[in-house]
């Protein structure tokens, strides 16, 4: 078996954990393969048994690893997401930042965590993406999102106006900072902080959400996942900004955006008691009286 490691610089006290992890995966006779940037923190912060192998891009991963391993946050898990894009390998996020909804396994779970997927006790999520076509090819081969598309305004304070589509029919016009699209996994980012619902991962939605609208009518709306959105964006300064993930390009109001689902998913590893519900609950503290 052959584990792909990668990962954000993380503080010095979650360095006892992440050795103890690869002294557990050498033990078990695991091959490593490392993302090349961080194998160079890793390599001042953590002893390794053998040299280590790297890898740079989804080209020289691909057919290379049978899980990839992320550590970090839920930003980092996102990175992760361009290495890997449709070579199936699923994801395990190991959470080292503050909150983590995809990125679940914290520090004190990592052993249980770790010797489920090498016993084989776990599942596999599957989760659609969000993949974005432009004209203009903004993104290129990285057109794609597991969180969320989102457009906001550019180098000014006035609002931008959005206008929306969904499968070709005018759907509104937003007056606001700007608009979210999300997938079920990103309804607990982004959209969640603009007043979106929360989604349960393996619902195939699209979830359309107002950034600060002018309206105080507008709400967020759930569509099928098969929709298609698209956005035509009128600003003053004629220059916006879309992001994919953590990934952003300006814009001018002659481009439109279509969203749809993409033609693949991204797999994430759910080690035995470990869900979706039982993260959104423990993380967002639901059920404990907070008033003794």
């Known amino acids: 078996m052959?584990?792909?490691?990668f990962g954000s610089p993380y503080p010095e006290h979650f360095s006892k954990y992440i050795q103890h992890l690869i002294k557990k995966l050498e033990t078990e006779h695991?091959?490593?393969?490392?993302?090349?940037?961080?194998?160079?923190?890793?390599?001042?912060?953590?002893?390794?048994?053998?040299?280590?192998?790297?890898?740079?891009?989804?080209?020289?991963?691909?057919?290379?690893a049978n899980f990839l391993f992320s550590i970090g946050g839920d930003g980092t898990l996102l990175k992760a997401v361009t290495y890997v894009r449709d070579s199936n390998i699923p994801i395990l996020g190991i959470n080292t930042g503050r909150l983590g909804f995809i990125s679940s396994i914290s520090a004190d779970q990592?052993?249980?965590?770790?010797?489920?997927?090498l016993k084989g006790n776990y599942k596999i999520n599957e989760r659609i993406l969000l993949e974005l076509s432009t004209s203009?090819?903004?993104?290129?081969?990285?057109?794609?999102?597991?969180n969320e598309v989102a457009v906001s305004k550019k180098d000014?304070?006035?609002?931008?106006?959005?206008?929306?589509?969904?499968?070709?029919?005018?759907?509104?016009?937003?007056?606001?900072?700007g608009l979210v699209v999300s997938t079920p996994t990103g309804s607990t980012g982004y959209s969640l902080s603009c007043g979106g619902p929360i989604i349960t991962p393996g619902t195939d939605n699209i979830i359309?959400?107002?950034?600060?609208?002018?309206?105080?009518?507008?709400?967020?709306?759930?569509?099928?996942?098969?929709?298609?959105?698209?956005l035509k964006v009128e600003d003053r300064e004629q220059l916006a900004l879309v992001s994919l993930d953590s990934r952003s390009r300006a814009?001018?109001?002659?481009?439109?955006?279509?969203?749809?689902?993409?033609?693949?998913?991204?797999?994430?590893v759910q080690p035995q008691n470990n869900?979706?519900?039982?993260?959104?609950?423990?993380?967002?503290?639901?059920?404990?009286?907070?008033?003794?």
């Not at 490593?32 to 890898?55: A, G, Y």
């Not at 869900?275 to 003794?292: A, C, N, P, V």
């Open 2 to 5: 052959t584990i792909a490691i």
């Open 156 to 177: 000014t304070s006035s609002m931008i106006r959005i206008d929306t589509y969904v499968d070709d029919e005018f759907l509104n016009t937003y007056w606001a900072d």
């Open 208 to 230: 359309i959400t107002p950034n600060a609208p002018h309206n105080l009518n507008v709400r967020p709306i759930v569509v099928d996942g098969n929709s298609v959105v698209k």
């Open 110 to 117: 990592i052993d249980e965590a770790i010797t489920d997927v």
């Open 30 to 64: 695991i091959n490593l393969i490392v993302e090349e940037e961080f194998s160079v923190f890793l390599e001042n912060n953590i002893r390794f048994n053998k040299n280590i192998v790297t890898f740079n891009s989804y080209e020289t991963l691909k057919n290379k």
């Open 251 to 268: 814009f001018d109001s002659e481009t439109e955006l279509i969203i749809k689902k993409a033609s693949f998913k991204t797999k994430l």
């Open 136 to 146: 203009k090819q903004l993104f290129k081969d990285k057109n794609f999102a597991l």
């Open 275 to 292: 869900s979706f519900i039982s993260t959104i609950r423990h993380k967002l503290m639901w059920g404990l009286d907070k008033r003794s």
